[in-house]
């Protein structure tokens, strides 16, 4: 007998009760109402696992290493109760034509009805073979694998926009996973990695509710990439107050102030770092001094440098005393709200572009 | 046909090939060909790199102070790594100097790195290797326990009950037909040598290792901002250090310090009564399993690592030894230098780059690549579709690096080779109660077994590490220096016109360095030579084998249809295929546009 989710808790020695306050937590982080906790409830307690062919092409494999530090639920929780990690040659013991054997039978038996996990992307180059498995293109293994797939999950920027390997000259000529899949539903979970609790969110997501998140338009589940990190920041209130971080290491940066002026990219990005935070919530790139780089954005890799501002507004300056930036406070949430408008115009109209 | 290499292997290619795509359990893309005589020994072996992504050219003409970045996502695994390797490459081409705290938090983090990855690498990807989780579930659960307690005396969860429980979460998760990860594993072939006890401890832990590595990594999430691909400056770290004044709470203050401090207690502990004790357990059942060793008791090369004064890389300041040893002579530890253009080379005569002499070798500084995927005239199949590789002509992602035209091992167990060779004493102390406790000759470290000891050793040798930069970045800010980052050359404007650096790491997995030429405040030319190029290099010139290659042969195996003892050796390297096979032209030119589909 397949042990479920509601199994694993309960030999960890936890209480139908607390089971229940799991999952209403966890409704509500998905942005569910109480009307939900039922429904996911059972679904942690009766189903079986989903299998799962995790496929790797050009990456680095952080996406891997990021599902792995998963908080809550614990990776191997998810890999030996919630999921079927049938075929993901990072971790699987079987290598070779046994490893590729799997695939075969994954496809036959559960037509349908297999998430397909996408890790990295393919390089249409050379034919493919810049990235070769069992002695083919990756683009091979992977278009058999979509093809009686569920649903596909594109892991992080490589799957989803194309990331490292396809900045400018991208001389493989990687593209993400959309671009040579098109016949099926693709969840984009973008990051550089995404965050670890927001993989294993949006794979518990779908085991439970045996649906598929709602999508923003690109393609982004709502629940975790409708907000800018600006927008949820707690080193906001610096920047409606003009309190930039100059030059690294000065007593603004030891104050802990905005750092908009070094570059950061918090106002065009959207994710949950600054709200879920990394590890269970110990940190996130802003928290820890360096200004986001904005690794879940389409092509961030060729927005210019990541210590350029995003945009040369001079009126941000730091007032001279408290009556002062007071004064000013008003003016400076004008300038930075006409700021987002104007980026987001810019970033529509090149997504737009590179959409065609 | 029987041929000698310059570096004393006979190789054989008359028996039967077999061929292993993909070589699973590594980080990245790799191949592997093997012939193997009627006894089942492989008598040659062919190791090919099947990835290639040219981020070196994506480099070119950006911002030196993101390069970082960029290099960082050469590999999630060793995240990190490349980053610091090229803040200071960086660092060194524009002469700039990081202060003393910058450096302690920059070792904390690499040494952070070393033993997550070090500990992922033997539960995660390396132990199936040696472990067959299904005999676990014919272990007695009391028996297990006793030996436990007698393996390592003060783990806390050791009773007949927790072994029960864990035995029958992996009862079930059998019985339920769906394998997940286990699925068309070898585990009825007799390389598995471990009684079911044994196997039911080791698969506990690998679940215990699972749950625990996350925390090891916190380190870097409180400096870095988050990990994989946590956040570095040139001239030092992004984090602010604030212990008592007005916006301590949003910098590193006294609480972050004893989160830190508190995760490098853990961290240790879990190394010292989990990982060590296993080690030493499983070789203990192992060592008579003594195949593998290679190049490791030939040739050996350490960049060494782990400055413990900020900005002198010299041999003498690095705590992770520096030097190689070449022809098996433990006697000389040779001195390297990694800007005379005759030490460091890559040759490609079998890789598929092209070179306008492709007789000679090039260093770094002045490296060219450019992708030319050809296969050799005895090759199978087609370009498209390969059956068989031949060796004869080209037949990898990854170049040929050679040290004064030496093929050389790098990683943990190169790292311990040239420590011991040196007379370090803490390495040497490492390594001889190693060889006690499992009693076996100082010559069984070269072999796949001192590969995997050596890096269970460096782990707990890192912890210790890391409390020692721990405590020196407590007192540095006790004595009044809060001075994280040195920002007089943050400017473009304050670089000279033209500039070249070098800066290097040791890896987990070995001897990394980037290169790097500034020219007009832009990157001219990026070059990195990585640990797994040098060890799943392809023959050069001469026809030297490369590591990968050099430690398969001679094996036996117990089943030809069934790769577990190639998956043993070779994962005993840690392979990392997406840093070796990413290396560019330096003068950017334009590559083949080839037909897209």
């Known amino acids: ?356 | 046909m029987a041929i000698q290499t310059p570096n004393g292997f006979n190789l054989d290619t008359s028996g039967k090939r077999v061929v292993v795509d993909p070589l699973t359990r590594i980080e990245g893309h790799m191949r592997c060909e093997v012939n193997i005589d009627k006894d089942n020994f492989i008598r040659n072996a062919v190791s090919t790199g099947t990835m290639w992504r040219g981020l070196e050219v994506i480099l070119k003409g950006r911002d030196p102070r993101d390069a970082w970045a960029f290099t960082q996502r050469i590999c999630g695994v060793c995240t990190g790594t490349h980053a610091l390797t090229s803040v200071r490459a960086v660092e060194d081409a524009l002469d700039i100097k990081i202060p003393e705290n910058a450096n302690s938090i920059r070792n904390i983090m690499q040494l952070s790195l070393q033993i997550h990855d070090h500990l992922v690498h033997f539960y995660h990807l390396h132990a199936l290797d040696w472990v067959n989780p299904v005999t676990a579930l014919k272990a007695d659960p009391k028996a297990t326990s006793e030996l436990q307690k007698q393996v390592s005396p003060s783990h806390p969860k050791s009773s007949p009950g927790y072994f029960r429980d864990v035995q029958n979460r992996l009862k079930r998760f059998i019985e339920s037909g769906q394998l997940g990860p286990f699925k068309n594993g070898y585990w009825d072939n007799p390389a598995y040598l471990l009684p079911p006890e044994a196997n039911l401890m080791a698969t506990t832990h690998y679940l215990e290792a699972l749950d625990f590595q996350s925390q090891i990594m916190k380190t870097r999430v409180i400096f870095g901002g988050k990990d994989p691909h946590p956040n570095w400056i040139v001239g030092g770290v992004p984090c602010a250090i604030n212990v008592d004044g007005v916006g301590a709470v949003g910098a590193i203050n006294m609480e972050r310090l004893n989160y830190v401090s508190s995760i490098i207690d853990q961290t240790t502990e879990f190394i010292e009564k989990v990982y060590i004790p296993d080690i030493i357990a499983i070789g203990g059942f192992y060592k008579g399993w003594l195949y593998g060793g290679g190049l490791s008791g030939k040739s050996v090369l350490a960049y060494g690592d782990i400055p413990e004064n900020a900005n002198d890389f010299s041999a003498s300041n690095l705590l992770f030894p520096q030097g190689a040893v070449i022809n098996g002579n433990l006697k000389e530890v040779h001195p390297i230098d990694f800007r005379d253009p005759e030490q460091i080379q890559e040759f490609v005569p079998h890789s598929w780059y092209k070179y306008p002499d492709e007789k000679k070798g090039l260093h770094p500084w002045d490296g060219i690549t450019e992708p030319n995927y050809v296969l050799g005239p005895n090759a199978k199949g087609t370009k498209t579709n390969i059956e068989e590789l031949d060796e004869g002509g080209k037949y990898s992602w990854i170049k040929a690096p050679r040290w004064k035209g030496h093929a050389m091992e790098v990683g943990p167990l190169a790292r311990y080779v040239v420590g011991y060779a040196a007379g370090h004493k803490e390495i040497t102390e490492q390594i001889n109660f190693t060889l006690k406790a499992l009693d076996v000759p100082v010559e069984a470290l070269f072999s796949t077994l001192g590969r995997t000891a050596a890096r269970a050793l460096e782990a707990q040798r890192s912890c210790y590490l890391q409390r020692h930069f721990m405590d020196k970045l407590i007192a540095n800010i006790k004595a009044g220096d809060s001075s994280t980052a040195n920002v007089d050359k943050w400017e473009p404007e304050s670089w000279p016109a033209e500039a070249k650096g070098v800066g290097f790491t040791e890896a987990p997995r070995g001897a990394l360095a980037h290169w790097i030429k500034i020219k007009d405040t832009k990157i001219d030319n990026y070059q990195c030579v990585v640990p797994t190029t040098w060890n799943g290099s392809p023959r050069d010139n001469e026809g030297n084998i490369g590591a990968f290659e050099a430690s398969l042969m001679n094996t036996k195996v117990e089943r030809p249809e069934e790769p577990v003892e190639i998956l043993r050796t070779i994962h005993s390297f840690d392979p990392c295929l997406a840093c070796s096979t990413h290396v560019m032209s330096e003068d950017g030119r334009e590559l083949a546009r080839v037909k897209v589909r």
């Open chain 1, 1 to 356: 007998m397949t042990e479920t989710f509601y199994d694993v808790l309960r030999r960890q020695g936890i209480s139908r009760r607390s089971f229940l306050k799991f999952c209403s937590l966890t409704a509500a982080s998905l942005g569910l109402g109480p009307e939900f906790v039922p429904t996911m409830a059972n679904a942690l307690e009766t189903k079986p696992r989903t299998p799962v062919l995790w496929l790797h092409g050009l990456e680095c494999t952080c996406c891997s290493e990021a599902f792995i530090r998963s908080a809550h639920p614990l990776a191997s929780d998810v890999i030996l109760s919630m999921i079927s990690l049938d075929y993901d040659d990072t971790i699987m013991a079987a290598a070779g034509h046994q490893a590729e054997a799997i695939v075969d039978e994954i496809i036959e038996k559960y037509k349908g009805n297999y998430i397909l996990a996408c890790e990295g992307n393919p390089p249409l180059n050379e034919d493919g073979m810049y990235c070769i498995i069992a002695g083919k293109p990756y683009l091979d293994q992977l278009k058999k694998a979509a093809s009686n797939c569920k649903a596909i999950i594109s892991w992080g920027s490589c799957a989803s926009w194309g990331c490292v390997q396809a900045a400018r000259p991208n001389p493989t000529q990687a593209v993400p996973i959309h671009k040579v899949i098109r016949d099926k539903p693709i969840i984009k979970v973008p990051g550089c990695p995404p965050i670890p609790e927001v993989m294993t969110a949006v794979i518990t997501y779908i085991a439970t509710f045996e649906k598929l998140p709602e999508l923003d338009r690109q393609g982004r589940p709502k629940m975790f990439y409708s907000q800018r990190i600006h927008d949820k920041c707690y080193r906001r209130p610096h920047f409606d107050a003009g309190q930039f971080v100059e030059q690294w290491d000065d007593d603004s940066a030891r104050k802990g102030y905005c750092l908009y002026k070094m570059g950061c990219k918090g106002p065009t990005t959207y994710n949950a770092c600054s709200t879920t935070r990394w590890y269970g919530g110990v940190s996130f790139p802003i928290q820890s001094g360096h200004g986001c780089i904005g690794c879940s954005e389409d092509g961030f890799w060729d927005n210019g440098s990541f210590y350029n501002r995003l945009t040369n507004i001079n009126q941000f300056g730091v007032e001279a005393n408290a009556d002062q930036i007071g004064l000013a406070t008003a003016g400076v949430v004008g300038a930075a709200v006409a700021a987002h408008a104007a980026v987001s115009a810019i970033k529509r109209a090149r997504e737009k572009g590179g959409n065609e």
